[in-house]
């Protein structure tokens, strides 16, 4: 009998693992405009950037609008790491569009 309970209790909190792992993260898109955005060399530099923060899934970047898009996890990344990086490479973003993502 206990062997039973505590193969009943086990498979409980396996479950219980599991499907928290599953669950899909809500992602936020970030849209922001960014005047110096004018050469491809920043153009990668950026893109590879925030690629290489933990959470970003998308970041791409457009020479003609001056603008970055990226899809990122809220709860990996934060303010603080998207403006660090845009201080590293010397950009004063212009407007911030934030969606969230479902």
Partial sequence: ??????????????????VQNNTPAKLTQLVVTIPELNSSVLQKNLELEFK????????????????LMMN?????V????????????????GKYTYQKLY
């Fill in 1 to 18: 009998m206990k062997q039973l309970l505590s193969i009943f209790i086990f498979s409980i909190l396996f479950a219980a693992f599991a």
């Fill in 52 to 67: 290489n923060l933990g959470g970003v899934k998308i970041c791409e970047t457009s020479l003609m609008t001056k603008t």
């Fill in 72 to 76: 990122y996890d809220p709860r990996k």
């Fill in 78 to 93: 934060g303010q603080n790491e998207i403006e660090n990086v845009f201080q590293k490479w010397e950009c004063n973003p």
